[in-house]
Each structure stands twice: as C-alpha cells, then as structure tokens.
C-alpha cells in the first residue's frame, strides 16, 4: 500500500533513488514536478550548510510551482547514512526536521531513534534492504517501507532475483514496499505492482539524464554499456556494489584479476595502480544492469512523460 501522505499526488508509482555524486535539485524538483518522488543523498552536499541550502531551493520551487499551476508536487526525499562513519547523521536529520522533509530514506543501519524523529514531524521512513533478514531487522525500527534492492540494481546491489526478494518480504511485511533493480520503463513500473511491490525505485535510467550531475563521461558510458559490462564487486568501496567495467579499467583496476572466478585478494590484486587519484563513484562509475537499454540522454521531463504513458498502456 502507499502511505497515506502520497495518495492523491504521483503521477505514476515511481520514487527516484537518491544517487551519490548524481542526484540534485535540479533532478529531485523534476521528478517532483511530474509527479514522481525525487530524493538525493545527504552527503552530495559536501556541508549541511550547503545541505540547507538545497533544502531551501527545493521546498521554495516545488511552493512555487503548487502555487502557480494548481497542481500538487510529488513529495520529495533525503537519504541518510545511519552509521558512526557518518558524523554529519545528527546536523543533517535536524535539517530535516527544520524543513519537514517529507521522506526520509536511511541505509547502513535502520535505528528506532532516527524514525521516531522523523515521525515526530509527519514525515516517513523508507530503508533499503537486499535480504529478508536485513528486512526484518528493519521493520523492527518501525520504518514505514522497506526497498527491496536486487540483483542488477546500481550501486550498493543485493544479488538476489527480484521474484525471491518480494516474495521473502511479502510473507512478513504488509506495508509498503519498493522494489530496484533494471527498472527504466513504465511497463516494467507496472510488472513490480504485478509482483508485489507497492513502488518502483528507479536510479540508473536517470544518471544520464539533462538534469542529473554525473559528468558527461558517465552519462555516455550508460548509453553505450550494455548489461555484461557491469560487475558486482566489493573492491572499491569494501561492499559488494555493480560498476560499469570500462571506468573501473580506466581507474587502474587489474581486470584479470577482477574477473577471475573464485576467491580473490581484494587488497593484493584489485588496489587500483594506473590512476593515483580514482576514487569510488567519482571516477569509478556506477550503473544498473539496465543499462542495456538505455540509449540517450533525455530531459528528464521529456523521459517521465514517456514511462507515465508506457505505464498507462501497460495498465490496460
């Protein structure tokens, strides 16, 4: 089911997953706009005084567009990193509070604490999971949806199939969940209703989009990729997480040694030597198995329109 809050305000069942270097307010207020969730994480903002600053430029626009057009804006969403790595957690969730962020997305620990707050205001909490048990651990914070992140999806991917991840969560979990992984088209928003979810969190399809803040490299690389050429892999960041492999041989990453089957010395062989300055995200680049499809660069209004009308023909 979806919350309460969204009944009456998307457009089409989709949150857009807050990406790392990626997702702006540039992205969140048009998703916003066209009537889908928009969220970005926290920590794009290099400062939680920057962070306000985005905060205030997209409660501003999305108040100034309802005004304008009549219409009512998608609710939008901050993701959190709940871990003692994180010493912005604290500054960044008062933030929230301030601006009665409507969505809070937490991940790397789901804390009781942390929801009571954001519940104290009106807001909701979703968590992303990758297994049942991280699921069930999640649901006892008293989260109010849980993202079911499969096999395929960018970023910090699960490997399971989406079919086993929904069912697993379903035989527990009444509320409302989303399901990640290869989801660009409406049609395929409608296939995860069909499956069981309540949403479809969509993230790799919008990295090369006009309004996305991945460098152009990156948005050309997903255009050209194709599904084979993302690996899972915990080299570059100590979790298990899909890159696309032409940027991971660019940063100086030992491809026979990141491809070769079985177990594999991650600190001997993979440490990147080519390239001192690579860094996970921003020169290692991360995409979805979707990326098959994906063949060009819209704007970003111009792509919702078009999955709002293959969701629709799919609804038929």
Avoid at 236 to 259: C, E, H, R, W
């Amino acid at each position: 089911m979806l919350p309460t809050q969204w009944q009456d305000c998307l457009s089409i069942p989709v949150v857009m997953a807050p990406m790392f270097l990626v997702s702006g307010p540039d992205l969140v207020i048009a998703g916003c706009k066209k009537g889908i969730v928009g969220t970005f994480p926290a920590l794009n903002q290099r400062t939680s005084e920057g962070l306000e600053q985005w905060l205030q430029q997209i409660t501003e626009q999305l108040a100034e567009f309802e005004n304008q057009t009549g219409n009512k804006a998608a609710p939008f969403g901050v993701n959190l990193i709940v871990h003692h790595s994180n010493p912005r957690l604290q500054a960044d969730l008062a933030l929230c509070v301030k601006y009665k962020v409507p969505l809070v997305i937490t991940a790397l620990g789901a804390l009781k604490d942390i929801v009571d707050v954001v519940h104290g205001y009106g807001g909701i909490v979703f968590h992303d999971v990758t297994t049942k048990r991280y699921a069930e651990k999640a649901a006892k914070s008293g989260v109010d949806g849980l993202i079911a992140v499969s096999g395929g999806a960018g970023g910090h991917a699960g490997t399971l199939n989406p079919f086993s991840l929904i069912e697993d969560i379903r035989t527990f979990w009444s509320k409302t969940l989303l399901l990640g992984g290869c989801i660009n088209k409406g049609h395929q928003v409608r296939a995860a209703e069909i499956m069981g979810a309540d949403l479809a969190y969509v993230g790799t399809r919008f990295i090369s989009t006009q309004q996305s803040r991945a460098p152009q490299g990156h948005k050309e690389m997903i255009v050209t990729a194709k599904s084979t050429d993302i690996i899972h892999t915990p080299a570059v960041t100590g979790v298990p997480s899909n890159f696309i492999k032409q940027s991971l041989a660019n940063s100086g990453y030992d491809m026979q040694a990141l491809l070769s089957p079985g177990d594999v010395n991650f600190g001997d062989k993979l440490t990147p030597t080519g390239n001192d300055s690579s860094k996970a995200w921003q020169d290692v680049w991360s995409a979805g198995h979707g990326v098959g499809t994906i063949e060009d660069i819209p704007d970003c209004n111009e792509l919702i329109d078009q999955m709002i009308e293959e969701y629709r023909q799919a609804c038929r």
